[in-house]
């Protein structure tokens, strides 16, 4: 085999382990704007064949993509939130709460996840979005912690891959220690000296970025994710300025030097096996 | 809280105090103005000395006391946050300056610059030799601006991760001091990631080695606030608030309008007693009567006790101990169950 040539193994899952998308549906790229066929949008990862634009997906795509053939063992997916400051504003809490999980096919905004990438085994977090934008409660805060304790326990590397608004308002302060509570647990990971590999993806915002998703050993993100503390929003009000052109993008953020590199979705498997590799975790786990 | 009610008898006995009585009145305690007007031309007359208005002043001074206990006897979250807020409550360096000795203020993040919204440096309180960190809110429009509204930039937590860092080298506990809107959200601050300052500040905080003591003063706004949060003992004055959002930007996002504020103020559980009956924090500091503005130097020698008698605890419990502690005690916190 020549030198430069890459073998791409274990990135496409086979298409019947897909949930099924009826053949005739087109996405519309956010982007671009132009149309894909669902089926080929699915082929492609959920990127726009045409303009490279990364969709958004969930826990179920980025299981399918990373985890080999698949599969992995879920934890904790019966964790749900309580309802601690009985909080309501147009409608109460357990009720957006029960919507949420009814539109979303989700308990809470992240999944965790042991499982194998290019056989190297990991503990996985991923953010859901579609659960009321991804903010993160006691479950959120809860769910990475465990898996966080999980990789200490098995000596095997963490990653998280972030996808949120920020916090979960509804649960307030209690919202906002799942800031400590996770970037404490990242504490103990750090001096267990086990990698931690954070992935950002459009969008992490808010308390994400100022607890565990700056936090890696190693912070990669997708191309173009919006990436930031302050919401742009906010920020164009303080400022009373328009931003600038591709402000708090992940290429921004990557020239501040936050991120280590930007990875396309279809090369994050082999990236990430090539990384922890080179750690040696495959050694130490063995 | 019925503990400090003397203090408008030291305002009669005293002049200065006059400033801290008649300083601004929030809304809810507009009942008190004319009472208060009252007692001044009370005064004035007795001072003069021709007529004895002693009795006078002494009823006035009492009726003025009810009134105010009355009035703070059971506070909205809406109005403890105003007195968060007062123009005249007491800010950290206030605080630094009554409650310690050779205070040696430290600066810059060794980097970018120095963040005037935090401060720090070291301290002696009575002999306990402390690295003492805040933010620091201004008085007037100058200074407001000077010290950026006590909104830090990524230097402000870094300059804080700096010091802790150098308290646990020394062996010294660590107090921060919380009084913050919030982390500045500006331009700057982001491309100098203000997320990952405030998110290293969390995870070198879990693992200090020395003992910290949080008490937020008066705004705990969000990660601004937790950024220098994460302690053995996190404490709150009695009218101060803490929580992921303020109340007016609440308000904005969940109503789409500042009207909402109070309503937004009391969904958030934001004051020191829903606090602690949440187990967010581990307690809470009385404030005199009429809010720590009221009386300052009754506050400064309430938290001064405070703060020495949790050194003094902290103190005899070894690194290891307090460390894991610490983590126990942030890992508890959430509201979760198990079933499907
Ligand atoms: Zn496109």
């Known amino acids: ?286 | 809280m019925t503990i400090f009610c003397f203090n408008s008898i030291r305002f009669i006995l005293l002049p200065p105090q006059v400033r801290w009585l008649m300083a601004v009145l929030l809304d809810f305690e507009k009942p008190l103005e004319e009472l208060i007007e009252q007692l001044e031309k009370a005064q004035a007359t007795h001072a003069k000395g021709r007529v004895d208005m002693s009795d006078t002043v002494a009823q006035l001074t009492k009726k003025i006391n009810n009134e105010r206990k009355n009035l703070y006897k059971d506070l909205t979250g809406w109005q403890k946050v105003q007195i968060s807020r007062h123009p005249e409550r007491p800010y950290t360096l206030d605080y630094i300056n009554a409650i310690t000795k050779n205070f040696v203020e430290l600066h810059g993040d060794r980097n970018v610059g120095d963040d005037k919204a935090m401060i720090g440096g070291l301290a002696k309180i009575d002999n306990h030799n402390v690295m003492i960190i805040g933010q620091q809110k201004g008085r007037n429009t100058k200074e407001r601006q000077y010290r950026n509204f006590g909104m830090p930039n990524p230097e402000g937590y870094r300059k804080a991760k700096r010091l802790m860092k150098m308290a646990e080298k020394f062996d010294m506990p660590v107090i921060c001091l919380i009084d913050t809107p919030g982390a500045f959200p500006g331009l700057e601050a982001e491309e100098r990631g203000q997320g990952e300052a405030i998110a290293k500040n969390l995870m070198v905080m879990a693992t200090l080695k020395v003992p910290i003591i949080c008490v937020v003063i008066g705004e705990g706004a969000s990660g601004g606030a937790l950024g220098i949060g994460v302690g053995d003992r996190v404490l709150m004055l009695e009218n101060s608030w803490y929580s992921v959002i303020s109340p007016e930007n609440c308000s904005t996002i969940l109503w789409r309008s500042w009207d909402y504020k109070e309503k937004a103020a009391d969904v958030l559980s934001l004051t020191s007693d829903k606090m602690l009956k949440n187990k967010l924090i581990d307690g809470i500091i009385p404030e005199p009567l009429g809010g720590a503005h009221n009386d300052p130097e009754m506050m400064f020698k309430t938290l001064k006790a405070e703060l020495k008698k949790n050194i003094k605890e902290l103190c005899e419990l070894g690194s290891k101990k307090l460390v894991n502690a610490r983590i126990k005690k942030f890992s508890k916190m959430g509201s979760f169950s198990d079933s499907a």
Not at chain 1, 165 to 185: C, H, I, N, V, Y
Not at chain 1, 191 to 199: F, G, L, M, V
Request: glycine fraction near 8%; charged fraction near 30%; aromatic fraction near 8%.
């Open chain 1, 1 to 286: 085999m020549s030198w430069f040539k890459r073998v791409k193994h274990g990135i496409l899952t086979k298409t019947q382990d897909k949930k099924p998308t009826p053949d005739g549906l087109w996405y519309k790229c956010k982007e671009c704007k132009e149309p894909t066929s669902t089926k080929e949008f699915e082929l492609n990862l959920w990127v726009c064949p045409k303009c490279n634009n990364h969709g958004r997906i969930g826990s179920r795509e980025y299981f399918n993509i990373l985890f080999d053939e698949g599969k992995f063992k879920e934890l904790d997916a019966n964790l749900t939130s309580g309802d601690p400051l009985k909080f309501e504003d147009t409608k109460p809490y357990p009720q957006r709460l029960e919507s949420s999980k009814k539109k979303s096919g989700l308990n809470d905004a992240v999944r965790t996840a042991i499982g194998k990438i290019n056989g190297l085994k990991v503990s996985m977090a991923v953010m859901d979005f579609a659960f009321i934008g991804g903010s993160m409660g006691s479950v959120v805060g809860e769910k990475i912690s465990r898996a966080i304790d999980a990789a200490i326990e098995h000596k095997i590397p963490m990653i998280i891959i972030s996808k949120s608004g920020g916090a979960r308002m509804m649960e307030a302060a209690f919202s906002l220690m799942q800031m400590a509570k996770t970037s404490a647990k990242l504490a103990l990971l750090d001096e267990a000296k086990i990698p931690y590999i954070s992935i950002l993806t459009d969008p992490t915002t808010g308390g994400i970025t100022a607890s565990f998703a700056m936090l890696g050993d190693i912070n990669i993100a997708e191309p173009k994710a919006l990436i930031g503390f302050a919401g742009p929003r906010i920020i164009k009000e303080t400022i009373g300025k328009d931003l600038p052109e591709g402000f708090q993008r992940s290429e921004f953020l990557q020239e501040k030097g936050f991120l280590d590199f930007i990875v396309e979705r279809k090369d994050l498997k082999d990236k990430l096996h090539e990384v922890l590799s080179i750690f040696g975790v495959h050694k130490r786990t063995a």
